[in-house]
């Protein structure tokens, strides 16, 4: 059991790893990175449950650090300030709480990352919707439907898998490469 589960997970990220157009959809995504940071744009992230922990997770290594030492980049989670999520939650709707975030704090050139394994997250798709409508880019991390998210992402990152916990494991994979590629891009290494 054990074995079959890591062999699962082997096999999703191999035909990552094997799909040129998967890889290019990641470069991509390396590249608007770059560029929003380059031109004093920031990137949000969006998700709910183990996405939001991924969220959080990227975020964090974009304005922390990931393996080296430099200046810090404005990444954050549009859910850690708990008083703004219980608040809108409650005088609006949950599925309204990152569209909100979005309308405060994005604008145009800003890139949101939003993470959904099935794609079709209410308050993911809401502040994907709202993020348009403010001139910022859609980066949509999914399973292999990819749900409404994926008509509205300008880069869409479509896992191919439909286990949650496979497409968990793959978005946070991805998102450490994509943290890597931005961070060696923009500094070097710079140590």
């Known amino acids: 059991m054990i074995v079959d589960k890591i062999n699962e997970s082997i096999i999703v990220k191999k ?29 949000l ?9 991924d969220a959080q997770h990227l975020a964090a290594e974009l304005s922390g650090r990931f393996y080296f030492d430099r ?5 954050e989670a549009c859910h850690v300030n708990s008083s703004f999520l ?8 949950f599925d309204q709480v990152f569209a909100r975030y979005i309308n405060a704090m994005g604008n145009r050139g800003d890139i949101l990352i939003g993470l959904s394994t099935s794609g079709n997250s209410t308050n993911v798709v809401e502040a994907f919707k709202t993020a348009k409508e403010r001139g910022m880019i859609c980066i949509g991390f999914t399973g292999s439907k990819g749900g409404k998210m994926k008509d509205l992402s300008d880069v869409h990152i479509c896992v191919p898998s439909d286990d949650t916990p496979r497409i968990q494991e793959s978005h946070i994979t991805i998102g450490h490469i994509i943290c890597e590629m931005v961070e060696k891009t923009l500094f070097g290494n710079v140590q």
């Open 15 to 43: 035909q990552m790893a094997d799909d040129p157009a998967f890889v290019k959809t990641v470069e991509k995504t390396i590249a608007l990175l770059v560029d929003a940071f380059q031109n004093g744009h920031k990137v």
């Open 45 to 53: 992230f969006c998700g709910n449950g183990g996405s939001a922990a």
């Open 71 to 75: 200046p810090p980049l404005p990444a």
């Open 86 to 93: 219980t608040a809108v939650s409650n005088d609006y709707s």
